[in-house]
DNA sequence: CTGAAAGCGCTTACAG
DNA sequence: CTGAAAGCGCTTACAG
């Protein structure tokens, strides 16, 4: 087994130092072009590839990587898991010394995401992971880091014209279209009502669950089954106001078939459902919540989407060191599988992501 | 921040060397019961752990790692993507020196792996990974790596009473449960026949797949729905014998609603359907093999049931050299999701695994 | 513009 | 039983 050629030989065979070789491989200016040249053309030859090992052993580079995202401590919210991805991929970095400067901010106070901001950009940092839910706060502060030259990464849903080096996510709207079809499943030939619940307060205007709810649509428009569905957002700040509106819209419609919630909050229908005498209605959601799990074991949710929330916080650190490592400009943005989930397969999902 | 100790530290703390220090860090003997203990104690004080990167830099150590696996060069069939995952990791340790000793072999010559278990036999190796298809034959060899303190993974499935340091595969019970859970989704009330067709020649006695329909059965014995579930092994050398197999099974039930493809040759069955004028049956199977991608798009095959193969190469050789390089006796098996795909959300696991 | 040296945190002979 | 030195493949000042 030929072993895979060192700086050293090509700084042999191209009759120059290392140090040379070092400067046109990271082409650091301070060689003349001929020089140049002549090592260019030895490391292909030799078909160089650096020793990231040894890259790493030897650069004691120090990452300061800001981490603008939603706090959370409850596994029954969504944003408890990509934190979690964070520190797993931080745990596994620990030699390339990696300082995370942690700004999770309240979800639902804007003036908090903006302290935060306020807060990184005193800072000194390499990279941001991000998730753009306050688009217009959000906007300013990417500019700004652009201007700097900072990288950041984007999880969740994607700025499309933006320079973030990577974007891991779920396409919404297929994800919307994989609910329906498994409700589609479900469903006989004798015209069906099918209900959207979300409670997501507009405010935030997160349009991932707009997009899922599009698909969601697109899917029935060109189905089959004729189908009816109906849309409701449900606000409440009560247990018996949620109560209320439920059974409003349950009396409203003629033949519930299936009940499909956009959002992560599906459990809030099952809790409700399982305190009526009829079950037999199809309920699929979104993300392996504690709660929505537990409703999914008993039967009550039917099918939950699980959008690998911990794998976009890995994938989302990881590939931001990445791209500051190997000082790539770009690395493809991650389609995160629409996972499908059952009482059946909870088993070999749950704690997994 | 405080930067992690390194074996300098421990070693002047200690007043040792640093080469005392390591003795004791892989307890090499060649160290006094006195210094050991002193060294012992710095080491927990300081909270110390091995730089990794520079332990595999310093550590050219070089790995021989048999691969003992179905030979297969086609999409559309299983093996080929294990391998897949294996070439993955493997470009992944480059630097760690690996070199793999590829012997696949025939799946449907009991010789041929038997040949390929001498080959190996001879070599040095320092681990290897297979998967217990012809298990008695595997039985031997397995014994002699024992005896020889070779390290083995395995994957696919699984070998209870062996010393493997490491599996990865799926709960090929609780999968037939899914296919079943699946099927009984699009059912009605109407005492439904299903049929359960497998291709896979019984003298490769592969339990899996026996182990699925066991789990399918399982879960329609203790459903609610009355359904009436056959079995049929099909063997065949023309696609005239196929068909004419297939046509005669299929006049013989009723009111046939469902099929479950316990192995991966569903698109045979898809291929049959899809010729007929009635495709309104629900069919369910395996793997995610280019033709069942296939059928799976068009609408002809509803549910496929995948492993993600090309995960359980990668992962198998990588813990591998985990276990190698950290010296570690086991390392927990994983259970591989037992991921559902379907036409709508298929595009995002296509060609990931 | 170029080279020689020191060092990253380990491991591995070698000497005593 | 213990220590000092060389080296893994790079990077990073420093000198010229």
Known sequence: MQSKPSIKDIAKRANVSIGTVD???????????????KVQKVIEELNYEPNIIARS????????????????????????YPAVGIQK??????????NLVEAYYDLNLV???????????????????????YKNE????????????????LLDSDLEDSQRSFFVGQDPVQSGRVAAQLIDFTLQKDSPDILTLHFNPVTQGIPTINLREDGFSEYFNHADTEV????HLILYTSKEELN????????????????????SKSYLVAEYLENKTAKDVVLAGFDLLEENATYLRKGVIDFIINQQPITQGYQALNQLINSLIQKKEKIPSQNIPIDIITSENIKYYDGLD
């Open 89 to 98: 991929a931080a745990a596994e970095h620990q030699y390339v010394g990696l």
């Open 111 to 133: 003036e908090s995401f903006q302290d935060k901001i306020s807060l990184l950009s005193e800072k000194d940092l390499d990279g941001v992971i991000t998730a753009p839910i």
């Open 228 to 231: 009816k569905v109906s849309s």
């Open 23 to 37: 400067r046109v491989l990271h082409n650091r200016g301070q060689v003349s072009e001929a020089t140049r040249e």
């Open 138 to 153: 959000l906007e300013d502060y990417i500019n700004q880091l652009e201007n700097s030259n900072i990288k950041y990464s």
């Open 244 to 263: 209320s509106k439920l059974d409003q819209i349950f009396t409203d419609v003629q033949n519930l078939k299936a009940i499909f919630v956009p959002d």
């Open 57 to 80: 052993l030897a650069s004691k580079q120090d990452f300061n990587i800001g981490i603008l995202l939603p706090r959370s401590s409850s596994k029954n919210d969504y944003w408890y």
